[in-house]
């Protein structure tokens, strides 16, 4: 088993991808299932995946992602989905609390809640979303390193033509691409920079 400070301090984030070593099935599953014993609010786990594998699908990213060569090279791209609605009881796991004995009014009422004072405008709505379906992504890449794949976080993308390629519903976002696979070594990874540490970073009150 990986030491955990191992794999934190391993995980790079990776620009050249092999084109020719795909992620099996199986250990691309694993990978997410790990992944989702991230936290979120109220364990209502409001995200969803787009696992883009094929060469047409790849091939459409990569002229919506700022023509990124890794798109087209890793063999998985993972887009990250936030829903904006995801804390209202259409959400299945509203379900799942409440067959574990939390009652329908005390559902509706966090519910409400969420809607009056926590999440009651379309800026709130999306912080919600970007929050949540971000500890999933960080998860992921995580989970990724412990299964010896490598992984890249994009921001780089036009959003609305993303989500329109992959049908994604207006009341979702796409919190960021993933790039997935194996480090292609005739590329050096360039040294690790320097992190900003507790003294440069944190405030004490």
């Known amino acids: 088993m990986k030491d955990l400070r191992e ?4 995980r790079r984030s990776v620009n050249y991808f092999d084109k020719d070593k795909e992620i099996e099935e199986d250990t691309l599953k694993d990978i997410i299932n ?3 014993l991230a936290p979120s609010a109220f364990n209502i786990q409001p995200w969803e995946i787009v696992v883009i594998k094929s060469d047409k699908a790849r091939k459409e990213l990569y002229e919506k992602a700022c ?11 993972l887009a990250i989905i936030g829903d904006t609605n995801g804390y209202k009881r259409d959400n299945i796991m509203w379900d799942e609390k409440i067959n574990n004995g939390l009652s329908e009014d005390k559902a509706k009422g966090i519910i ?3 809607d009056t004072k926590l999440y009651p ?7 919600f979303a970007a929050r949540n379906s971000s500890l999933l992504a960080m998860s992921i890449m995580y989970s990724a390193k412990y299964h010896g794949v490598e992984s890249h976080p994009m921001i ?10 992959f049908d994604i519903d207006d009341d979702k976002i796409v919190t960021m691409l993933i790039t997935m696979g ?8 360039k ?4 992190r900003l540490m507790y003294h440069e970073i944190v405030k004490e009150v």
């Open 156 to 165: 780089g993308f036009d959003e609305d033509k993303v989500k329109e390629l």
């Open 182 to 189: 194996y480090h292609d070594n005739s590329n050096e990874i």
């Open 7 to 10: 794999i934190y301090e391993t």
């Open 67 to 77: 023509n990124q060569q890794k798109v087209l090279d890793a063999p998985v791209t």
């Open 112 to 114: 409400n809640h969420c």
């Open 34 to 36: 790990m992944a989702v």
């Open 121 to 127: 405008t379309s800026e709130k709505k999306v912080a």
């Open 191 to 194: 040294p690790r920079e320097r």
